[in-house]
């Protein structure tokens, strides 16, 4: 599991660090030293500029610097501003005895390298123009700890933000580091170990993680199970019934035992392997074998809301997708007893108007109010639990951005709901497995390669986890 903090949590983080006062200065010492090391990796001996910034994000600067010259590269550190005497900036810059030069942009053009020690998580405010002409001028770029100007709780960015070719963090990322727009002004993100206590690490129970693996765990397939045990999901399908038949190919290849579509008549051309049914709606509901339902893509907004007003009072579990999110705009309440919804941001804007604000703050928002598991789609996706829990998606190419991915994604989380799963653990799984599936497949993808993917992505994250 990898937990995301905030700069705040991080901050807490560091104060109950024990023996601050030397544990923080060696903290910064292996800060500067593990961005040393991530430079050596990968350039070779050139000229490097260091912008150094008054707080603790400068002096991790002024380290990386004097390591950087020991080894004998040119290096000049050029500060925005000066630390505040006695703070532990101030003693790591009064350890640089090199080369210290104004921040002009003729100087920032000439490094082959400069290292953006400027701001980190103490970004307070928007970057001033002046600073902001200064980091744009500079060629390759690494940052430490964020890019200054991205706001690590968040991605947003704060006036200006340079374009990182590499940011080296430190204890876990950030959520700006997997947020748009934050995250493309990251570039390769390397999160380092500082050799912060364990215990000060522990003061904080993690509430935001790194969607992968480890976060949640595939059920496996009970030796002597039958089609039942394995769980029936039944779609409903309207004028539009190749969004049904997408969902229904993803949830059973992501595990569902049996798929029924829920039809008003006859489907041409459905796969064998799904069953057809037009039997009236409230008798398929009336059955209990009938657990999981997956309600909204392709059916028409009318139908989709009646169908979920029906399939909530029956208490089944739901996944509520495209015409029923449609259903509900500026009515979120009707949500209410929805287990997961998956809402790209347009339909999140309509369902919820009076939710604005950050894309995590406002899924979790989302979630809260409706009491569901929101899954708010894009490029960084966001799964939000009611209980404050949230992951962040960052594996999804975009090659995902594509007619038909959204009804195979409900598929996969109404698949993985009738193995059992809970719907949080469920969505995250299945944006993991679409976002992986997607990335195995590679360029020219159509939605209707996603469900014939999942089993080698399936197999290899099984092997992955005994190996
Ligand atoms: N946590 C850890 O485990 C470890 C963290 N470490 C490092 O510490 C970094 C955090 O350090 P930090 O708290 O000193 O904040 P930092 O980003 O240097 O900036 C604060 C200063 O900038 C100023 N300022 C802010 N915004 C501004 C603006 N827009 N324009 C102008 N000024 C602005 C602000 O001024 P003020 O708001 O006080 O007026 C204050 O003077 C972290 O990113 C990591 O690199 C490591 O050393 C090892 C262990
Ligand atoms: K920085």
């Not at 640089?96 to 002009?104: F, I, K, N």
Request: proline share 7%; glycine share 10%.
């Amino acid at each position: 599991m990898e937990p995301l903090f905030t700069p705040r949590e991080m901050a807490a983080i560091d104060a109950a660090a024990p023996n601050r006062g030397t544990a923080s200065l060696d903290l910064m010492e292996n800060a500067g030293r593990a961005v040393t090391r991530a430079i050596l990796r990968r350039y070779p001996p050139c000229r490097v500029l260091v912008l150094a910034g008054p707080g603790n994000n400068g002096g991790d600067g002024y380290v990386a610097a004097r390591l950087l010259a020991e080894r004998g590269w040119p290096v000049a550190v050029a500060p925005i501003a000066r630390p505040r005497a006695g703070s532990d900036a101030a003693i790591a810059a009064a350890r640089w005895d090199g080369l210290l030069v104004s921040p002009e942009t003729d100087r920032i053009r000439a490094a082959d390298l400069v290292i953006d020690a400027v701001f980190g998580s103490g970004l307070a405010r928007e970057i001033a123009p002046d600073i902001a002409e200064q980091l744009a001028t500079a060629g390759t770029l690494v940052a430490i700890d964020m890019p200054s100007g991205v706001d690590g709780a968040t991605g947003a960015i704060r006036g200006f933000a340079p374009r990182a070719a590499l940011t080296v963090t430190f204890v876990a990322r950030k959520p700006g580091h997997l947020l748009y727009p934050g995250r493309a002004r990251c570039g390769e993100v390397v999160c380092a170990d500082i050799g912060m206590p364990a215990g000060a690490i522990a003061r904080i129970a993690p509430t935001l993680w790194r969607n992968a693996p480890g976060l949640w765990r595939l059920p496996g397939i009970a030796e002597a199970g039958h089609k039942y045990d394995r769980g029936h999901l039944t779609i409903l399908a309207g004028a539009m019934p190749g969004a049904a038949i997408l969902a229904a190919n993803a949830a059973l290849r992501a595990g569902a035992g049996l798929v029924t579509l829920s039809a008003e008549q006859a489907i041409a051309g459905a796969p064998p392997g799904l069953i057809v049914r037009t039997d009236r709606l409230s008798d398929l509901i009336a059955d209990t074998r009938r657990r999981v339902w997956l309600c909204g893509p392709g059916l028409g907004v009318e139908r989709a809301g009646a169908a979920l007003d029906a399939l909530i009072a029956a208490g089944r579990a739901i996944v509520a997708d495209a015409d029923a999110l449609t259903a509900c705009a500026d009515a979120p309440e009707r949500l209410r007893g929805v287990s997961a919804i998956t809402p790209h941001e347009g339909e999140f804007a309509r369902i919820f108007p009076g939710i604005d604000g950050d894309k995590l703050s406002a899924a979790r928002a989302a979630a809260a109010r409706t009491d569901t598991v929101v899954v708010l789609k894009g490029a960084d996706t966001v799964i939000a639990a009611p209980d404050g829990r949230a992951a962040i998606n960052d594996n999804a190419p975009p090659t995902l951005a594509t007619a038909g991915c959204g009804d195979t994604l409900a598929g996969i989380i109404a698949g993985l709901l009738t193995r059992k799963m809970n719907p949080f653990e469920a969505a995250c799984a299945a944006v993991w497995l679409h976002g992986e599936a997607a990335r195995r497949i590679g360029p020219g993808l159509i939605a209707e390669d996603l469900a014939n993917a999942l089993p080698e992505t399936i197999k290899a994250l099984a092997e992955r986890r005994s190996s």
